[in-house]
């Protein structure tokens, strides 16, 4: 399937069927819901047609809503492959390896995903693209303690944050929500009293099992990386650790430490929390101290 | 063999035959050394001693020096199991797992081994209680390319360092040099203004290939460790972490931080290089930053 | 008049009017709170003592406390001079100055006198010992709020903190309450890893008007100052000011820092609220950075 | 006198007297200095104009450097009212206060005008501009120890500081040299990982024997103030205070503290040392720590 990207102004003045087939797969087979946001135009913004989309489906009964949310794969599934899943679906979880599983982790999402449907009747839904592969297994354990009503308001809520992000790239126009975070360091060195420039910045993403590998950066003469680690896309909800070489930083300065020296890598671990918010995590040396804060 | 206990009076007035028998083992295979300072008695100190038996050492000829060296047992090396080694070598040895090697470290040790007895002659003596087996590879290939001068004169440093560490424990008396080091730490809660009672503290030492656990303890109502994280031995040269798990504290207090927090457990890897030092490493953390230093 | 310590064993034997005669002045012209707690022996320590009398001023009759309240001189009052003060009484007024108030002060003083007189019915009260002069208006001014029946048991807890303070000194034995705070310091030197000798530290109380020297001392090779900066006393309840004169030690020290240097007398100002607590405010600074805390 | 602005491409096609009535008056009573530097056209900068000038003075015979040098007036001279000095000089002067200075101040810097005319021979120079007050008078004393060598080449090196900012003023164009320094500031709430908007902060210049008030601002939503703390003039080599008013701030958010609160009024002292340089001095700060160095 080709994903084409529509305007907001085209939306705003086309016909229903053009409407519904440009924004149907916004909610997973449910058109309806576009159905219903096609009576709420015109819309200002982006913004205001996913308030509109999300209204529709506050709106629409009990009995549809448990539908739509019937509607949704499973995670990791093998039906996955039988060709049931949306191409959307698909590259949403992929994005996260859900595809490439081991046989192992298959079967702890399969013991998941029989222990959900068991309790609940429908699948386990997540916006995968805010989430760490640990912070989804997390989430899904989690989740399966909560009562039906809980369960299915928390379903309804990911379902919007699913149709935000797809709305986002498939429509072009003012106002768009928010769906990308940032994280972004900075080096300062207090022994002598300025930006460190030339340290370097590791950033990885810790697992249970593994540790991936997300940025390996230097920092420039502000001490600041000429990107940030990360940037247009969510901050997805997890741990990092983010390993600044200062011992070779100091090194090459000349200033004599210890050796070896007390500081070498230091790692800086933290997790965030906010999928489309601000992390700015730097970090204040000398050879023989450090400090770290969320900044902004 | 039975290690016997000598008192320091006791040496200042037995005659040679009982002094050379009591400190002969001191310095490997040359008890000419317990002999040269067998003539400089009495010592007010046990440090007195051992610096007579330095000067033994310094103000005999070049050979016997070198013989000395010569008389020290490879590291690691597989004339261990055949018996050649003294009982205080193969114990030192032992503290590093040095005689537990698998095939490949054994491999790597061999190599090192004939790489340094090919350039220079003689074995490579470290005091290996100083170290941890990281920092003694490190040493190893280092040390390789000295200079022959420098590294008979490093050779001799060591022997005096495991001549201190065997005087020590072989003689009872005042005035001992000291041969301990000491790692502590502390906890302070810089968001309520006091020691932060009750946080997780784990040690590891922090290998090329692994991690290796050193203490697991839990901070009391001064926010430190009841006893001390190392003590009672050097403090082997070689990098540390400890892993301080203030997430659980701070969610034990009440105090909201985001889901997860932004800090869970903070990790603070350092290396010393001092092993008759203190080094107190402690962090002073809110749930959003911390701070660590070497303190005193 | 002569004061003189008695010995808690010997309160616990002695006749009725020996007791009284030791213990009749703690509370102000009030011996029969002594009389009360002469029933209640023996005690088996200074706490104890200190408890029973002031259950014996918490079961007389509300008439009975109002007037020992009243027995309580003005702060700070003309009649001061006219000799209806107690000995004790003036010791602690004086050791606040109270008796040397400029005419302005004193004209502030009678106002506020008048002022709670006339609402309340009787003098201000106030363990003054545990309070700066800034501290002792700020009290009396927001006291003046009060509820009548808030203002008495406020008035009440003062006579509590009063009456253990002079027990404390006219009683020796076991088990004596806490009276006195502490503060002390410690100065790291987070450029070079260690604690930093030969800092001049300069200890002033601030006050409205004024500040007022209390120490100046320069620290020891562990950074510490080698007594503490205040002890052996309540630790007033008010604001200070800690002057590190680090500028001078890193010039010394030959570290080229900015000229001027960007960080010379560096002034940390705290207040403390807990004149029985240890209040630790140390330093960790480089040429370009600091950090200060309440510590442990 | 009318202060004129002339364009850069102007300069560089008018005729010799036009050019000369343009910067005659940027170095003192010193119209050659502009007559050198016009043979030295075109200037693609005003920056490249400077550097023609400072030439121009550079290979001109050491009497006429010393002349020019003698053309400038004295500080805080009498001679002032007489009429001697260029408006630019009364304007730069008047920028300290020096023209109003008590009669105290007067006799010091009349004192060490002629300590130093007596041991040099000609008036002291300094680029007021970029002096506090204090820092001023700390350069004088300072440079009475010179030998006259090195006085002479002080006194040329603030000439030219002297004539870049008057040439900035006098001259639009491209390529401006850096003449302006910045302050700026930075809140963030350690106890709460944001920053700290709502906070005061006020800045003084610390004196000899007073505070000058600065500047008042609030904290915005990022913890900043709206406008740099000081900017858009050369930030004067002096010391500086900034008091951030975060007790008030932590009460505000009704975060417990002591009462009174461990931190109230939190001053942080530091001094500039490079009037064209960019000092960033935050705060992180919790109710109980805090920690400030000099950013980027």
Partial sequence: MIRSVTDLAALD?????????????????????????????????????????????????????????????????????????????????????????????????????????????FPFIICVRRHTRDSLLDNFERRLANSPETERAAALQEVGHIARLRLVEAVEGPGKPKTDGRLSTHVLDTASGGPAAGVRVVLTELGASAEGLLKDAITNVDGRTDEPLLAGAPLRIGTYQIAFHIGAYFAAKGIAAASPPFLDVVPVRFASADPEGHYHVPLLASPWSYATYRGS
Same sequence: chains 1, 2, 3, 4.
């Avoid at 989309?53 to 629409?60: D, L, Q, S, Y």
């Avoid at 899943?85 to 702890?108: F, K, P």
């Fill in 13 to 121: 003045t086309c016909d229903r069927g053009s409407f519904v087939a440009a924004l149907g797969g916004v909610f997973e087979n449910a058109p309806w819901v576009a159905e219903g946001a096609f009576a709420m135009r015109p819309f200002a913004t982006v913004a205001d047609l996913h308030a509109a989309m999300m209204r529709a489906m506050a709106t629409a009964g009990e009995a549809e809503r448990l539908a739509l949310i019937r509607g949704h794969p499973e995670l990791a599934s093998k039906v996955a492959s039988a060709g049931a899943m949306t191409a959307e679906s698909r590259r949403e979880q992929g994005s996260l390896g859900l595809d490439r599983l081991s046989e192992e982790e298959l079967a702890r999402f399969e013991r998941l995903n029989a222990a959900y449907r068991a309790r609940f009747g």
